[in-house]
């Protein structure tokens, strides 16, 4: 099964600073797609962004964008110009394009803003 | 419009009892989940079905028993409960294909005495 590694289980930024939350992942699949998903308080799960793993073009979503390294296995998101409200868990999940629907996530980022 | 909705949100039981928590989503999406969070925010994969019919069962005691009844509906049953069985419970639905995001709904706090 693909696995799913986030290594910071904490993080903090200054409000308006950049913060870079880290995510690898472990598959030996060609084509596949990468998410980030954030948790904040009230629970609900929204997606922030979303990479496929045939576009070499990072994707971007506002102040969200995506370091997409293939070779590396590596998924980091940049936040810029960091609010208070995109305090929460953030979480990178992995999704095939072969073998079915499961998504296999990562164990999460709690990020913290300090005003 | 909810897009993926749960209740209940919070349940509060004791150990022994048999508790249901349904989920309907109006997506129209052909996949549903059943994920348990716990208290360290561990998001596990419980099951899913797709089209009614059961694709992964992750290792989960058999107290849990997922129902469909149709392709809007998921519902999770479970018997006995223990007090390893607080958690927050969510249900999520996807559309069959590859690179489609999943919808999670507001989540369900279990809370076990």
């Known amino acids: 099964a693909q696995t799913v590694t986030q290594s910071q289980p904490e993080m903090s930024v200054q409000e308006a600073e950049t913060v870079t939350l880290s995510c690898t992942y472990d598959?030996?699949?060609?084509?596949?797609?990468l998410f980030w998903y954030k948790q904040p308080p009230s629970r609900q799960m929204i997606l922030v962004i979303r990479?496929?793993?045939?576009?070499?073009q990072n994707a971007t979503e506002n102040r969200f964008s995506v370091n997409f390294q293939k070779a590396a296995k590596s998924f980091s998101l940049k936040i810029s110009d960091s609010q208070l409200g995109d305090a929460a868990m953030y979480f990178c999940?992995?999704?095939?394009?072969?073998?079915?629907?499961?998504?296999?996530f990562g164990t999460g980022t709690s990020l913290t803003v300090i005003p | 419009d909810t897009a993926v909705s749960q209740t209940p949100k919070y349940l509060v039981t004791q150990m022994g009892n048999d508790k249901s928590i349904k989920c309907e989503q109006n997506l129209g999406h052909d996949t549903m989940y059943w994920y348990k969070q716990d208290s360290k925010k561990f998001l596990k994969i419980m099951f899913s079905y797709n089209n009614k019919e059961l694709i992964i069962n992750e290792t989960v005691p058999n107290r849990f028993s997922p129902k469909s009844p149709d392709k809007a509906h998921l519902n999770l049953h479970i018997n006995s409960l223990e007090l390893g069985d607080s958690a927050v419970y969510f249900c999520?639905?996807?559309?069959?294909?590859?690179?489609?995001?999943?919808?999670f709904g507001p989540g369900t706090r279990l809370t076990v005495t």
């Open positions: 598959t030996s699949e060609s084509d596949y797609y």
């Open positions: 990479q496929e793993a045939y576009k070499q």
């Open positions: 999520a639905s996807s559309q069959a294909g590859p690179g489609r995001e999943q919808y």
């Open positions: 999940a992995y999704r095939s394009a072969n073998t079915g629907n499961q998504f296999y």
